[in-house]
């Protein structure tokens, strides 16, 4: 009863027998087991995140999603993971102009100067969102390292050109001290720095970069934490990581 | 109770009620987890439904060899023809989520509902949430979720547990508020 295994009998990539004998082996024991329930969550989850392999994601649409509470579990852990990602509610261009029309006219001019200047700060971060949930991506899990250990130890590597749209790099969090509010992650090379992503403590520490800004090098992330006061201080280390290039086939 | 249920709990612990309360609650279980499995609408009503069967059984063949295995066969025999599968409640609340797919006049009805039901939750549970669901898939996804499980020290096993019973309960309350929409 691994994960694989339930994966393919979910999937239906098991024979009839074959599929026969995991329901056997599951219900022989003294209770169900309680990690089926979790994984196949798991499964739903990879097929949200672009995690399947192209066949996987084929079968997982034509032989998994052939209940409504299957396809209700998919949307409801769609919907989880937009509010995890704090995609703002969609408006139509109608309904933003009927509220407009309803309204008295001197404050409502004040108002929509208010309205599509916060619309403009929130969408552009959303809008990279709504993009990125339809991208694939190639994930890295880095942890802090001292400085001084940089020539010593081996460090995660990818390969350039990436074969997904963006490399999502998730960090290992350092010990918070509670004044800490969010964090600010500074990806740099040897020259300069290229990006800066700021991250409230209450979401994942990571950074995407999107494949065509991932050139062959080495390169390091470096974390601030910023304070209720909005004052920075560098987290001592760094979490270093190389682009190589593809070698050529034969 | 009704009679046939009587008979099988008699019939788990003739001599020990007891007993045969919890041997029936393990059959309850391993049928709901079962049905659950093959993506039934309710699969706690399916497995009551099971349990009837079998202690009509009983009451016509007086003993079962091997009670496990009836009651899987009866299952898969409650599964054939598809019958099973969806309810008229499980068909109002998908035809709701599939809706509000694209909604626009009343914004996103389905992500507002989830949203609604996620900041109810204890802030230690949305942070145990966001933590956990945006995990690499694959293999960076395993040495994540171990680090995630020493973080709060506990076994990455009881982490995902944990979470499955919070998004479980997530579900429940976005198809509960969801309800006066069908």
């Known amino acids: ?250 | 109770m009704d009679q046939h249920s009587n008979n099988l709990l008699t019939y788990l612990g003739p001599e020990d009620p007891d007993e045969a309360g919890r041997r029936y609650q393990r059959l309850h279980q391993k049928l709901t987890g079962f049905f659950q499995l093959r993506g039934v609408a309710d699969p706690t009503v399916a497995a009551d439904e099971a349990l009837d069967w079998v202690a009509r059984i009983i009451l016509e063949e007086n003993d079962i060899p091997d009670i496990d295995a009836v009651c899987l066969r009866i299952a898969r025999y409650m599964m054939m023809g598809g019958s099973r599968h969806n309810t008229r409640e499980s068909t109002a609340f998908l035809e709701f989520l599939q809706q509000n797919e694209g909604a626009t006049d009343t914004g996103n009805a389905r992500f507002n509902l989830m949203k609604t039901c996620f900041e109810k939750l204890d802030e230690s549970d949305r942070e145990l949430l966001d933590s956990y669901c945006v995990a690499p898939p694959g293999l960076g996804r395993t040495k994540y979720l171990e680090h995630l499980a020493a973080q709060l020290n506990t076994s990455p096993t009881a982490l995902s547990i944990r979470v499955m019973k919070l998004r479980e309960g997530l579900d429940n309350c976005v198809k509960e508020s969801s309800k006066s929409h069908w």
């Open chain 1, 1 to 250: 009863m691994t994960h694989e295994r339930l994966t393919a009998y979910l999937l239906q990539e098991l024979t009839v027998e074959e599929a026969e004998q995991f329901e056997n082996q599951c219900f022989a024991g003294e209770e169900w087991p309680s990690h089926l329930h979790s994984a196949e969550q798991e499964l739903i989850d990879a097929y949200l995140c672009n995690g399947l392999s192209k066949d996987q994601r084929l079968r997982f649409e034509k032989n998994y999603l052939t209940t409504d509470a299957r396809k209700a579990r998919v949307l409801t852990a769609r919907s989880l993971l937009q509010v995890l990602t704090q995609a703002p509610a969609k408006t139509s261009l109608r309904e933003t102009i009927r509220t407009f029309l309803e309204r008295p006219l001197v404050p409502q001019v004040g108002l929509v100067i208010i309205v599509l200047a916060i619309a403009l700060w929130l969408l552009s971060p959303s809008l990279s969102f709504l993009s990125q949930l339809n991208e694939s991506h190639k994930f890295m899990y880095l942890s802090l390292t001292s400085w001084d250990r940089v020539g010593g130890v081996k460090h995660e590597t990818v390969t350039v050109p990436l074969d997904r749209d963006s490399l999502v790099i998730h960090l290992n969090p350092p010990q918070r001290s509670p004044d800490t509010t969010s964090y600010r992650i500074q990806w740099e090379d040897a020259n300069s720095i290229l990006d800066n992503v700021k991250t409230p403590v209450s979401h994942s520490l990571n950074i995407r970069i999107p494949a065509a800004k991932l050139k062959p090098g080495q390169y390091v992330l470096k974390l601030f934490e910023i304070n209720r006061d909005g004052t920075e201080k560098r987290v001592s280390g760094g979490y270093y990581f190389s682009a190589v290039e593809k070698s050529p086939t034969r």
